[in-house]
């Protein structure tokens, strides 16, 4: 069973924001192929159970907000006894161009909060990541930047983003070489 996650906080406040790309990327996956996702309060997330050419995976968005994400994600793993290279983490990416995706098989935390949380809970940082870049502003805060709402012409350019993504997380479930998912979707 693979587990594919998207990080991201809960609430009205934060919907659009940069910093909840992985929850976006989650949420066209769900609207290309009609999935529903259900809070689910033992595992901190909302999830759905799906299956792709017969292959099983969770979907998970932790409700936990972004620092504390590995405490819904260790929850999932241990119930489902999910393997770790059988996880695949969606995520902003600050030191990227925006809507440059990074596929990466395993790495540091770079900075970012929910990754470092999710290492700290699975105790390694060998699962698999993809890392949409949000950019990085000169003018404006880190923290404020990673909080600020897409524009318009924004979250159009990052409906390409999303068909590309959404083809991955297939070939993902469908057991794909990760090193040809690495290859083929990083641009």
Not at 15 to 41: F, V
Not at 58 to 67: A, D, H, Q, W
Not at 154 to 183: A, M, P, Q
Request: net charge neutral.
């Amino acid at each position: 069973m693979k587990l594919i996650v998207g990080l991201g906080n809960p609430g009205k406040d934060y919907e659009n924001t940069r910093h909840n790309m992985g929850w976006m990327a989650i949420d066209s996956y769900c609207k290309e192929y009609g999935i529903e996702m259900h809070l689910e309060p033992k595992f901190q997330g909302l999830m759905a159970q799906i299956k792709v050419n017969g292959e099983k995976a969770i979907l998970l968005k932790p409700v936990t907000y972004m620092n504390l994400s590995g405490e819904s994600v260790i929850k999932v793993v241990n119930f489902y006894k999910i393997d770790i290279n059988d996880i695949l983490v969606f995520s902003d990416d600050l030191d990227s161009p925006f809507g440059r995706v990074r596929v990466r098989s395993k790495g540091s935390d770079g900075g970012h909060n929910g990754h470092k949380n999710i290492t700290a809970h699975l105790g390694s940082n060998e699962y698999k990541r993809v890392k949409i870049g949000i950019d990085r502003s000169e003018n404006i805060s880190v923290i404020d930047w990673v909080l600020k709402k897409y524009t318009k012409d924004e979250l159009e350019k990052l409906t390409s983003v999303f068909e590309k993504t959404n083809e991955l997380i297939n070939e993902f479930i469908n057991g794909t070489d990760f090193d040809k998912i690495k290859s083929k979707y990083s641009m």
